[in-house]
């Protein structure tokens, strides 16, 4: 049943209040958001899910409907009509297409800016490497700008003990991104963002080229920006107490204009 669209993934279910379901990046797991579901867990209803091919959950995420309908059916057996989504990186590609076909109150985005066609060009520019034997070298760029070597101690190694850089999880989660033209990747993506009616806030730890907040802003009447320089893509992990307290604020905002 590994891969089958109504198979639930692995998940935590800690707190009461609203819902808010946390969805990490690629190479992560739901042990990742730990810090968070501490702060919050006493006014919130956290969820946080393993992706498929990550920490507990089987199967594939190469088809992101599958992985959004498993994301879904997770939900509907907790009794969560309508959470506010919180995705990390490829986990923020998520939430964004989960708010796209599904109900929420909102939607927070940490550090994926959702512009594909340089990270698409470069991707594919690496796919021989990626998918031959020395991945290792040819993920080293993506290792790097992930940072987690830049977060401080004790954080630094808790985080590192949560990951599993897997040669065949990260082909096979790139699977869209290493086969599509840039340009056509970008329109799927743009019409996740047109079906957005929710608030959608993007938090990122790098200053952004007017031209992506432009794009942004575009496809998205609920966009809220929040800029922490310096954070780098981690910038979740690297200010916790901030970013609960951004969450909290976010949620309850939501939440409440949701239920009104």
Do not use: K
């Amino acid at each position: 049943m590994a891969g089958d669209e109504r198979e639930l993934l692995a998940y935590d279910d800690i707190g009461q209040g609203p819902a808010v379901v946390l969805v990490h990046g690629l190479t992560f797991s739901r042990r990742t958001w730990d810090p968070l579901v501490e702060r919050l867990c006493d006014r919130f209803r956290c969820i946080s899910v393993d992706s498929p091919g990550h920490g507990d959950s089987a199967g594939s995420g190469a088809d992101l409907t599958v992985v959004l309908r498993r994301l879904h059916a997770t939900l509907t057996a907790l009794g969560v009509p309508a959470p506010v989504v919180v995705g990390h990186s490829a986990g923020a590609l998520a939430a964004t297409g989960y708010a796209a076909g599904y109900p929420v109150a909102g939607v927070v985005n940490v550090d994926q800016p959702l512009v594909f066609g340089p990270f698409g060009a470069f991707l594919q520019q690496q796919a021989a490497g990626l998918a031959g034997p020395e991945f290792e070298a040819a993920f080293a760029p993506f290792e790097q700008s992930i940072g987690v070597d830049h977060l401080p101690e004790p954080e630094r190694t808790r985080v590192a003990g949560t990951r599993q850089v897997d040669q065949r999880t990260v082909l096979d989660h790139w699977q869209l991104p290493l086969t599509t033209p840039p340009d056509a990747l970008q329109r799927l993506v743009d019409e996740m963002l047109d079906a957005i009616t929710v608030p959608y806030l993007y938090l990122t730890g790098h200053e952004p080229p007017p031209p992506l907040l432009q794009h942004l802003a575009a496809h998205l009447d609920g966009l809220e920006t929040v800029v922490w320089p310096g954070g780098g893509h981690l910038v979740h992990l690297a200010e916790p107490d901030r970013f609960a307290d951004l969450v909290a604020d976010f949620a309850e905002r939501t939440t409440s204009a949701a239920s009104a």
